[in-house]
């Protein structure tokens, strides 16, 4: 499976942005998608997740409310519409899938492929 990610941009606080991510391959392996995103010096961690399947999502506590994920299943793509970013959402943001079953999970260890990540910088 191979992922694409595209959509990252500079923004001022309070706009919005939609990451996509279109996904090549034998996809219909890795039913869990999901978003995480790097701060510069910090550790990889879960922005969103969903099973396009069944359509179930999961989202950190910083972006619930305000991040909403998707899919296309038509188009093998994912999207994340990012609504009133801060500043504290600049990141790289990076796509990956799990193959590991239908479960939402959370940790870097439960995606097994990786997008290469896409750059949003939110100025305040």
């Known amino acids: 499976v191979q992922l694409q990610a595209s959509g990252g941009g500079l923004v001022q606080a309070g706009e919005s942005l939609r990451l996509s991510c279109t996904a090549s391959?034998?996809?219909?392996?890795?039913?869990?998608l999901a978003w995480f995103r790097q701060a510069a010096g910090q550790e990889r961690d879960f922005v969103a997740a969903?099973?396009?399947?069944?359509?179930?999502?999961r989202y950190v506590e910083a972006v619930r409310g305000r991040f909403a994920i998707s899919t296309d299943n038509a188009k093998n793509t994912m999207y994340l519409q990012m609504n009133n970013l801060k500043a504290e959402d600049t990141a790289v943001y990076y796509c990956a899938a799990r193959s590991f079953g239908g479960l939402i999970q959370m940790a870097r260890s439960d995606y097994n492929y990786w997008g290469q990540g896409t750059l949003v910088t939110v100025s305040s």
């Open positions: 969903i099973n396009w399947v069944n359509k179930n999502t």
């Open positions: 391959g034998r996809t219909v392996s890795t039913p869990v």
